[in-house]
């Protein structure tokens, strides 16, 4: 068109120049849209017939332009030195460049024409007033780019309130970790792999991380809270590093010091924690995973020579998947059931060596290895058998039951339900090292795809630079609300561990049941999040360099061991349920009364027309609100769970297919239990936390958390009567608002969890 004869003797067909441009430069003219363009041509009056018939040939889709072509339009559009903060239309475009062409006022004619080319955008869809962006490189602004991280908060602050009075311990871990040392290996080797864990071990055991909880005059320093400490600091740089320390250490060592007494803790820990006796913790079977107390491994009192016969009556009562095992472990923590003058006392614990100093396997002892597993390699998992192998009496663990010197049996715990519970209760601090193992995690995939995010720059408007992925909203929405997650269940699993570090007798149901809940909720998290930080990085997190895999693969069985978490989730329910006939069975009349109105009193004040329909920002920021909806969901599947279950029984059905009934609806209780736990000790941090920067944040991260939650189980309030639609749609855009702060502190709120640079990934950039 530039070219044309006809061009240089009528420059206002300059006007069309814009149009044709845009039509040709990213679309495909459909008959439709050519027929329209056809009659605005046709009905320009001032055009000559030659002209019109130049004009048209233009719009042949049989015989488009070049694109030598229409670069040399777009160069021509150009030379009308267009201002893109006019925002002008392709009709006022083509106007400035014909006035640049002609230097003269633009002719009524002209003005008409510019009238139909308005009507043509219209019908082709054109996007207007943003069409001088098509022609101006890099001139464009929009919110979406805009969109940048802010640092409102002290860094190094929020990571010592996130560290607590940890803080000193943590920052020793931080440091072994990052030593060139502890440098992470890229191996298919497994023996190679297997070894460097090891040694990483040794390392760890010198530094006494390993004796940490074990008391003083065993090498240890008591400190239970810091040992926890440890497995959630070591989680940042290998996971297997974490299992095999934990089994160790953990496992190993601490089943002797709580099911064990003085005489063990004399003999073993100071060598265990040395790692001087490495050994293993025998409690699942082949047939036997959650239900423990099933379990087929027998120990035999023979009274002539005091000792047990430990053995293995069937293939499926061998020992499977026991870290340690396979090479390393000498020793182990061997659940069996205990047989005495031909009865059955339930489970008990005895430590049976397995393997001798030289490496070989004791006498009656045959040990397969597992091999390669989905992840955790570093870990050498095996099966054991046990062949009639004998052990003296002494390796009983006999703090809950033992047998006399005359051959009888004995224990401070008459009940054998309560002191098997009590037995396993002791060890209740594997389920509160897991999902903080699997939080670490999190946050290293969320740091290492918050801050990709914040530095990968991808698409972005026409005419304009391209954006950091973190700003669109999608991207948004997948990892803040996971962000947010990472500092609530950090805060509750503080809680657990305070409460646990602090237990009575009294709390303990709670605690198993409160440790059971968050094992699971926070362990479906990761995988959860993990997954999400992978796709979320594309390729790169498809790349082994970038460590998503490794926490993928390594956290995958942190959902089914220390017990399956749909089972878990089930336990809790079941204790929620205890709690909640207890309740009633020690209320009298005048108490049920004021549990009835207050009830009512609850449906009355939370569910009026007014409150189902507000969506005031004030009313759905507001904690009391936001805890009340987790509080009603909870207490409402609580209580309808337990008529349910009452009904079933009542109809005649048996008490334990009344349960199977249930199954579903008793997962449910224990998600809106923990949950609400959870959100409980958000609100308590925030309230608690003075420094107003820190607060704010974590205000929103707070918000962001409870209102996806709720979010999450809108067709559960809403099937209730607790919120209408126009609630629901008003929450789901607050959560959208939410996520778009949260994301301009979210690399700063990545950095706070102060992870060594060497636990992370080449695809951050520095």
Same mark, same amino acid.
């Given at each position: 068109?530039?070219q044309?004869?006809?061009?240089?003797?009528?420059?206002?067909l300059?006007?069309?120049?814009?149009?044709?441009?845009?039509?040709?430069?990213?679309a495909?003219?459909?008959?439709?849209?050519i027929?329209?363009?056809r009659?605005?041509?046709d009905?320009?009056?001032?055009?000559?017939?030659?002209?019109k018939?130049?004009l048209?040939? *233009? %719009?042949?889709?049989?015989?488009?332009?070049s694109?030598?072509?229409?670069?040399?339009?777009?160069?021509?559009?150009?030379?009308?030195?267009?201002?893109?903060?006019?925002?002008?239309?392709?009709?006022?475009?083509?106007?400035? #460049?014909?006035q640049?062409?002609?230097?003269?006022?633009?002719?009524?004619?002209?003005?008409?024409?510019?009238?139909?080319?308005?009507?043509?955008?219209?019908?082709?869809?054109?996007?207007?007033?943003?069409?001088?962006?098509?022609?101006?490189?890099?001139a464009?602004?929009?919110?979406?780019?805009?969109?940048?991280?802010?640092?409102?908060?002290d860094?190094a602050?929020?990571?010592r309130?996130?560290?607590?009075?940890?803080?000193?311990?943590?920052?020793?871990?931080?440091?072994?970790?990052?030593?060139?040392?502890?440098?992470?290996?890229?191996?298919?080797?497994? =023996?190679?792999?297997?070894?460097?864990?090891?040694?990483?071990c040794?390392?760890?055991?010198?530094?006494?991380?390993g004796?940490?909880?074990?008391?003083?005059?065993?090498?240890?320093?008591g400190?239970m809270?810091?040992?926890?400490?440890?497995?959630?600091? #070591?989680?940042?740089?290998?996971l297997?590093?974490?299992v095999k320390? @934990?089994?160790?250490?953990?496992l190993?060592?601490m089943?002797?010091?709580?099911l064990?007494?003085?005489? $063990?803790?004399?003999?073993?820990?100071?060598?265990?924690?040395?790692?001087?006796?490495? @050994?293993?913790?025998?409690?699942t079977?082949?047939? $036997?995973?959650?239900?423990?107390?099933g379990?087929?491994?027998?120990?035999?009192? /023979?009274? *002539?020579?005091k000792?047990?016969?430990i053995?293995?009556?069937?293939?499926?009562?061998?020992?499977?998947?026991?870290? /340690?095992?396979?090479?390393h472990?000498?020793?182990?923590?061997?659940?069996?059931?205990?047989?005495?003058?031909?009865?059955?006392?339930?489970?008990?614990?005895?430590?049976?060596?397995?393997?001798?100093?030289?490496?070989r396997?004791?006498?009656?002892?045959? %040990?397969?290895?597992?091999?390669?597993?989905?992840?955790?390699?570093?870990?050498? /998992?095996?099966?054991?058998?046990?062949?009639?192998?004998?052990?003296?009496?002494?390796?009983?663990?006999?703090?809950?039951a033992?047998?006399?010197?005359?051959?009888k049996?004995? +224990?401070?715990i008459t009940?054998?339900?309560?002191?098997?519970?009590?037995?396993? =209760?002791?060890?209740v601090?594997?389920?509160?090292?897991?999902p903080?193992?699997? !939080?670490?995690?999190?946050?290293?995939?969320?740091t290492?795809?918050i801050?990709?995010?914040?530095?990968r720059?991808?698409?972005?408007?026409?005419g304009?630079?391209?954006?950091?992925?973190?700003n669109?909203?999608? $991207?948004?929405?997948?990892?803040?609300p996971?962000?947010?997650?990472?500092?609530?269940? $950090?805060?509750a699993?503080q809680?657990?561990?305070?409460?646990f570090m602090?237990?009575?007798?009294?709390?303990?149901?709670?605690i198993?049941a409160?440790?059971?809940g968050?094992?699971?909720?926070?362990?479906?998290?990761a995988t959860t999040?993990?997954?999400?930080?992978?796709?979320?990085?594309?390729?790169?997190?498809?790349l +082994?360099?970038?460590?998503?895999?490794?926490?993928? *693969?390594?956290?995958?069985?942190?959902?089914t061991?220390?017990?399956?978490?749909?089972?878990?989730?089930? #336990?809790?329910?079941? +204790?929620?349920?205890?709690?909640f006939k207890?309740e009633?069975?020690?209320?009298?009349f005048? @108490?049920?009364?004021?549990?009835?109105?207050?009830?009512?009193?609850?449906?009355?004040?939370?569910?009026?027309?007014?409150?189902?329909?507000?969506?005031?920002?004030?009313?759905?920021?507001d904690?009391?609100?936001?805890l009340?909806?987790f509080?009603f969901?909870?207490?409402?599947?609580?209580?309808?769970?337990?008529?349910?279950?009452?009904?079933?029984i009542?109809?005649g059905?048996?008490?334990?297919?009344?349960?199977?009934?249930c199954?579903?609806? !008793?997962?449910?209780?224990?998600?809106?239990?923990?949950?609400?736990?959870?959100?409980?000790q958000?609100?308590?941090k925030?309230?608690a936390?003075?420094?107003?920067?820190?607060?704010?944040? !974590?205000?929103? #991260?707070?918000?962001?958390?409870?209102?996806?939650?709720?979010?999450? /189980?809108?067709?559960?309030?809403?099937? *209730?009567?607790?919120?209408?639609?126009?609630?629901?749609?008003?929450?789901?855009?607050?959560?959208?608002?939410l996520?778009?702060?949260?994301r301009?502190r979210?690399?700063?709120l990545?950095?706070a969890?102060?992870i060594?640079k +060497?636990?992370?990934?080449?695809?951050?950039?520095?």
């Open positions: 068109m530039t044309s004869a006809l061009v240089k003797k009528n420059p206002e300059y006007v069309f120049l814009p149009l044709l441009y845009t039509v040709w430069s990213d495909v003219l459909t008959p439709t849209e027929l329209t363009i009659k605005a041509i009905d320009q009056k001032w055009l000559s017939a030659e002209e018939k130049f048209l040939s *233009n %719009i042949d889709p049989a015989n488009p332009p694109p030598t072509e229409v670069k040399e339009w777009l160069q021509e559009i150009q030379t009308a030195s267009l201002n893109p903060d006019e925002n002008a239309s392709l009709a006022e475009i083509g106007l400035k #460049l014909v640049r062409k002609t230097k003269t006022a633009i002719s009524k004619s002209l003005d008409a024409t510019s009238v139909s080319l308005r009507e043509i955008e219209k019908t082709l869809g054109g996007i207007g007033r943003e069409s001088s962006y098509l022609f101006v490189p890099d464009r602004k929009t919110s979406t780019a805009s969109q940048s991280t802010e640092t409102t908060f860094v602050a929020m990571t309130l996130l560290d607590g009075k940890n803080e000193a311990i943590i920052k020793r871990v931080k440091k072994v970790i990052a030593d060139p040392e502890f440098r992470r290996i890229d191996t298919g080797d497994l =023996g190679e792999y297997r070894a460097k864990v090891l040694t990483w040794s390392h760890l055991a010198t530094q006494g991380f004796s940490m909880a074990y008391p003083k005059q065993y090498g240890g320093q400190d809270e810091g040992y926890f400490a440890v497995m959630e600091t #070591l989680s940042y740089h290998d297997s590093l974490v320390f @934990g089994v160790q250490f953990g190993f060592g089943s002797i010091y709580f064990g007494t003085e005489k $063990h803790h004399a003999k073993y820990l100071s060598d265990i924690g040395k790692l001087n006796l490495p @050994g293993c913790f025998a409690m079977e082949t047939g $036997h995973g959650s239900n423990v107390k379990i087929l491994t027998t120990a035999t009192y /023979n009274h *002539n020579d000792t047990f016969t053995h293995t009556p069937t293939e499926i009562a061998r020992k499977e998947y026991i870290g /340690n095992a396979a090479l472990g000498r020793m182990a923590t061997v659940f069996a059931k205990l047989i005495l003058d031909g009865k059955d006392y339930g489970v008990s614990a005895f430590v049976v060596r397995i393997r001798e100093e030289n490496g396997t004791s006498k009656g002892v045959t %040990i397969k290895d597992c091999g390669r597993k989905m992840g955790l390699n570093g870990v050498d /998992n095996g099966v054991i058998y046990f062949d009639n192998v004998v052990i003296p009496k002494e390796n009983m663990l006999d703090r809950f033992s047998v006399t010197d005359d051959g049996f004995q +224990s401070p009940s054998d339900n309560r002191r098997f519970f009590t037995m396993l =209760g002791t060890l601090g594997g389920r509160i090292g897991i903080r193992s699997g !939080l670490s995690a999190s946050k290293t995939a969320l290492i795809a801050q990709y995010g914040d530095q720059r991808q698409f972005g408007p026409e304009g630079s391209e954006v950091p992925i973190l669109y909203q999608t $991207h948004q929405r997948r990892l803040m996971l962000l947010a997650n990472a500092y609530a269940y $950090h805060f699993l809680y657990l561990t305070e409460r602090n237990r009575t007798e009294e709390d303990m149901q709670e198993e409160l440790a059971a968050l094992k699971a909720l926070a362990t479906w998290n999040t993990i997954q999400e930080c992978r796709e979320a990085c594309g390729g790169k997190g498809y +082994s360099e970038n460590r998503l895999d490794d926490l993928k *693969n390594d956290t995958e069985i942190y959902t061991f220390e017990g399956d978490n749909t089972v878990l989730l089930q #336990l809790v329910a079941k +204790s929620k349920l205890t709690e207890q009633f069975s020690n209320i009298n005048f @108490g049920m009364v004021n549990y009835v109105a207050n009830q009512a009193k609850t449906s009355i004040q939370e569910k009026n027309p007014f409150i189902v329909r507000n969506t005031d920002e004030e009313h759905l920021l904690p009391e609100f936001q009340n909806a509080i969901r909870e207490r409402s599947l609580v209580s309808s769970a337990a008529r349910r279950l009452k009904g079933l009542d109809s059905m048996d008490s334990f297919d009344a349960f199977n009934e199954q579903h609806h !008793l997962v449910q209780v224990g998600f809106a239990y923990i949950e609400r736990v959870v959100l409980e958000f609100i308590a925030v309230a936390t003075k420094d107003e920067a820190l607060s704010g944040t !974590l205000r929103e #991260l707070c918000d962001l958390f409870a209102l996806s939650q709720v979010e999450k /189980n809108k067709g559960w309030f809403l099937e *209730n009567g607790y919120m209408e639609g126009v609630k629901t749609k008003a929450i789901r855009k607050m959560v959208d608002q996520c778009a702060k949260v301009k979210a690399v700063p990545t950095q969890f102060a060594p +060497s636990c992370l990934a080449p695809i951050i950039i520095e």
